[in-house]
């Protein structure tokens, strides 16, 4: 009888990694063939910003949506309780 169960799991996950094997390919050759090429122009504008362009673009990003870093404070006593939470699953 585990013969028959390894042998229904074996083929079942087998047939599952060729349908998936399958799919990517498709996928693939769809990309290949029907995907968007990309200009050069394109792709230049966005590699000549420097580190501190990219900063300055984010921050007015930031600004005019009106959105702000959370800062995120973690209790004191982090490891006492981090033990007390581990315990619990150790019941």
């Known amino acids: ?3 028959l169960g390894i042998m229904l799991t074996a083929s079942g996950m ?5 349908v998936l094997s399958i799919l990517a390919f498709v ?6 063939f ?7 122009e394109e792709s230049d504008n966005f590699s000549s910003l420097t580190d501190l362009e990219v900063l300055a673009v984010t921050a007015a990003i930031l600004q ?3 959105t702000s ?3 995120v ?3 004191e006593n982090w490891k006492r309780l981090a033990k007390i939470y581990a315990g619990r699953w150790l019941e």
């Open 1 to 3: 009888m585990n013969e």
């Open 14 to 18: 087998g047939g599952v990694f060729v």
């Open 27 to 32: 996928m693939w050759a769809m990309g290949r």
């Open 34 to 40: 029907f995907g968007k090429k990309a200009t050069s």
């Open 64 to 66: 005019y949506e009106g």
């Open 69 to 71: 870093v959370v800062e």
């Open 73 to 75: 404070h973690g209790p």
